[in-house]
């Protein structure tokens, strides 16, 4: 995989985020070629960048988003 910018992977997770496909946080690291660390601070930064709550869910094995 070509390494992409910083935008571009928070564009990638926000979609996987809404069609639940990002997997568990190794697995999002490993589709990104990041580590974990880095898969919590783009996680963090979709919350503040789109002022949604996001969260593991085991049940789906992916990221969602939170209704409120």
């Not at 490993?30 to 580590?35: D, G, K, Y």
């Not at 593991?56 to 969602?64: A, G, I, R, T």
Request: glycine fraction near 2%; charge should be positive; aromatic fraction near 8%.
């Amino acid at each position: 995989m070509n390494r992409i910018t910083a935008f571009e992977k928070i564009t990638r997770v926000k979609w996987m985020i809404e069609h639940k496909t990002t997997g568990n946080p190794k697995q999002l690291a490993q589709s990104l070629e990041v580590s974990e660390r880095t898969v919590y601070r783009i996680i963090q930064n979709i919350q503040d960048m789109h002022r949604i709550e996001v969260e593991y869910s085991y049940s789906e094995n992916s990221y969602v988003i939170i209704k409120k």
